[in-house]
């Protein structure tokens, strides 16, 4: 997909609008950012001018930052702003009431074969877009925060969204360099969310039980855990961390990790069928016979990033 020629607007100036607009510019698509303040339709363009700045510092820009910035357009006009977009995407406030009324008006401003689609952090799209006459190309894309830096989209569909409206919304996140993952149905919270709401539920509790300091888990997760994770994900590391792999793992801290869950309230044993599952996805990304190999990468990269870290501390 070429993004030259397409137009994507922007819903919402505030950070993940902002994020979002340096998303597509940077993907040379043409940007149309609404946003209903004054005040913030002034601010904008400092905001991404500077982000741009920094990014291409770093040698994150393949084109000049004024180039980029070029691409977007900032607008008080709804109407004018999505008219001719291919890509909808709503970034207002996590609310309901606000969600809804604004799909209510996108529906009827949108060109009849634009994708409809909020960065909605928990909210699903049948809770604000099961009403609507065109309710089949509306969806959730759920980003990190910020994108242009985290590129994992979450790509959920509604159970009215046209499955064609959710491959074409995957293809133009991919295109604009992100990694574009389809969860399988709604749930509230999505996976990065509710990730990221174990972790920090298990930090609450440790800091309440008095077991480790809000400094001390930072670092556990900083230094330790989030440190591999930044490399591969959790399937992947107790995979790597274990000879035999998932299935090997599961028999040895199955049952710990069992105890930890229910001393929680949460009894979610890792039953054989699950684990089994879980192992046949694993080793068709990684027969046991390659296992050494990707040890040794996994080491390698996180060597790249020990040695990043101390030049960044000097």
């Given at each position: 997909?070429?993004?030259?020629?397409e137009?994507?607007?922007?819903?919402?100036?505030?950070?993940?609008?902002?994020?979002?607009?340096?998303?597509?510019?940077?993907?040379?698509?043409?940007?149309?950012?609404?946003?209903?303040?004054?005040?913030?339709r002034?601010?904008?363009?400092?905001?991404?001018?500077?982000?741009?700045?920094?990014?291409?510092?770093?040698?994150?820009?393949?084109?000049?930052?004024?180039?980029?910035?070029?691409?977007?357009?900032?607008?008080?006009?709804?109407a004018?702003?999505?008219?001719?977009?291919?890509?909808?995407?709503?970034?207002?406030?996590?609310?309901?009431?606000?969600?809804?009324?604004l799909?209510?008006?996108?529906?009827?401003?949108?060109?009849?074969?634009?994708?409809?689609?909020?960065?909605?952090?928990?909210?699903?799209?049948?809770?604000?877009?099961?009403?609507?006459?065109?309710?089949?190309?509306?969806?959730?894309?759920?980003?990190?925060?910020?994108?242009?830096?985290?590129?994992?989209?979450?790509?959920?569909?509604?159970?009215?969204?046209?499955?064609?409206?959710v491959e074409?919304?995957?293809?133009?996140?991919?295109?604009?360099?992100?990694?574009?993952?389809?969860?399988?149905?709604?749930?509230?919270?999505?996976?990065?969310?509710?990730?990221?709401?174990?972790?920090?539920r298990?930090?609450?509790?440790?800091?309440?039980?008095?077991?480790?300091?809000?400094?001390?888990?930072?670092?556990?997760?900083?230094?330790?855990?989030?440190?591999?994770?930044?490399?591969?994900?959790?399937?992947?590391?107790?995979?790597?961390?274990?000879?035999?792999?998932?299935?090997?793992h599961?028999?040895?801290?199955?049952?710990?990790?069992?105890?930890?869950?229910?001393?929680?309230?949460?009894?979610?044993?890792?039953?054989?069928?699950?684990?089994?599952?879980?192992?046949?996805?694993?080793?068709?990304?990684?027969?046991?016979?390659?296992?050494?190999?990707?040890?040794?990468?996994?080491?390698?990269?996180?060597?790249?990033?020990?040695?990043?870290?101390?030049?960044?501390?000097?």
């Open positions: 997909m070429s993004f030259r020629n137009i994507v607007a922007i819903v919402g100036g505030g950070s993940i609008g902002v994020a979002f607009s340096i998303v597509f510019a940077r993907a040379g698509c043409q940007v149309r950012l609404y946003d209903p303040s004054a005040e913030r002034t601010a904008v363009p400092g905001e991404i001018g500077s982000r741009l700045s920094d990014l291409h510092a770093f040698g994150l820009l393949d084109d000049a930052p004024d180039e980029v910035l070029r691409r977007i357009g900032i607008d008080g006009d709804l004018a702003a999505v008219g001719e977009a291919g890509l909808v995407l709503e970034c207002a406030p996590e609310r309901l009431d606000v969600k809804r009324a799909f209510a008006q996108l529906d009827g401003l949108a060109r009849p074969d634009a994708i409809l689609a909020s960065a909605s952090s928990a909210l699903v799209a049948s809770a604000f877009a099961d009403g609507l006459a065109g309710r089949a190309r509306c969806l959730v894309a759920h980003p990190g925060n910020p994108p242009y830096l985290i590129p994992v989209v979450e790509i959920v569909p509604a159970p009215f969204t046209d499955m064609q409206v074409r919304a995957m293809a133009f996140f991919e295109a604009a360099g992100m990694s574009a993952v389809r969860v399988g149905r709604e749930i509230e919270g999505f996976v990065f969310n509710r990730l990221q709401g174990a972790v920090l298990e930090a609450y509790c440790l800091v309440r039980d008095g077991v480790a300091s809000v400094d001390d888990i930072d670092r556990v997760m900083r230094d330790g855990i989030g440190l591999r994770w930044s490399v591969i994900g959790p399937f992947e590391t107790v995979d790597l961390n274990t000879r035999g792999g998932i299935a090997s599961a028999q040895k801290m199955g049952p710990a990790y069992e105890r930890m869950g229910a001393s929680r309230g949460q009894h979610d044993p890792w039953t054989p069928e699950l684990v089994a599952r879980v192992e046949r996805e694993r080793r068709a990304k990684l027969p046991l016979a390659e296992w050494d190999a990707r040890v040794g990468w996994r080491d390698r990269m996180l060597m790249r990033l020990v040695r990043l870290r101390k030049e960044m501390r000097g």
